[in-house]
């Protein structure tokens, strides 16, 4: 489940010391053609500019260490992309276009890394996107997690999967649970679903409804904490970038 925590500077209003960058606009188009979920692109300093003059970018922390990642989101024209730090270099990895962010989690030393985003246009979409680092980010691939065969039916109803916990344990095994929120002849109900997963989150097995659960999960991963994104990430990144 997404979290927000509002800490450091107001970075949307400061660029450099000025208010330079509150106009900048994205390229257009903002999600590329060519783009795939987990292959490194180069930042465009434009997409930059935009996504932080609109308030759409954001980090991540854990423990209190910032994560070496920067996330932007915009679901019209756009979707979900992850700049992401390694050997002082950044590249750009596109998640999902027309995505939002449902949650983050990482191991206290980001040597494992899950971003979990959604559909968002219109109405929810019908699986998770999955981003996955492991090794401080060395590597990077995406998967998905498809929602419960028995939402929607016989009938479109704005059903969608909650993500409500995540883990996985040393030895790779794991979990994921969610919600489904259902109303049917005026009665209102939530659904619990487990999947589980033998191989860091690759691939996971289908949806298994099981009882309200609210015990959390055991495992190597912690909730990643939204803030706003630091000046020390910014200048790196934009700095890297050709003007």
């Known amino acids: 489940m997404r979290q927000l925590l509002v800490i450091g500077v107001a970075v949307a209003t400061w660029v450099g010391g000025s208010l330079a960058w509150a106009a900048a606009t994205l390229p257009e188009p903002a999600w590329q053609a060519d783009w795939s979920c987990g292959q490194a692109v180069t930042p465009d300093r434009k997409l930059v500019q935009g996504l932080l003059g609109a308030g759409e970018l954001h980090g991540y922390v854990v423990n209190g260490v910032t994560l070496p990642v920067l996330v932007g989101e915009r679901m019209e024209g756009m979707g979900t992309v992850v700049f992401i730090q390694r050997a002082g270099q950044w590249q750009l990895y596109p998640v999902a276009e027309g995505h939002r962010v449902e949650g983050a989690y990482s191991t206290p030393a980001y040597d494992r890394f899950m971003l979990f985003s959604m559909w968002g246009i219109e109405g929810p979409g019908s699986e998770y996107t ?22 929607n039916q016989p009938a479109w109803a704005n059903e969608y999967l909650v993500l409500e916990d995540f883990n996985i344990g040393k ?57 706003k994104p630091s000046r020390e990430l910014l200048d790196s990144l934009l700095g890297s970038l050709p003007k």
Do not use: H
Request: glycine share 12%; net charge negative.
């Open 130 to 151: 999955v981003l996955c680092g492991k090794g401080q980010f060395a590597g990077v691939d995406c998967t998905s997690v498809t929602f419960p065969a028995d939402l």
């Open 171 to 227: 030895d790779g095994s794991g979990a994921l649970i969610g919600s489904v929120y259902r109303e049917r002849d005026g009665n209102e109900t939530k659904d619990w679903y487990r999947y589980t997963t033998n191989d860091w989150g690759k691939t996971w097995g289908r949806a298994v409804q099981v009882d309200d659960t609210s015990k959390a999960l055991a495992g190597m991963f912690q909730p990643a904490i939204e803030v």
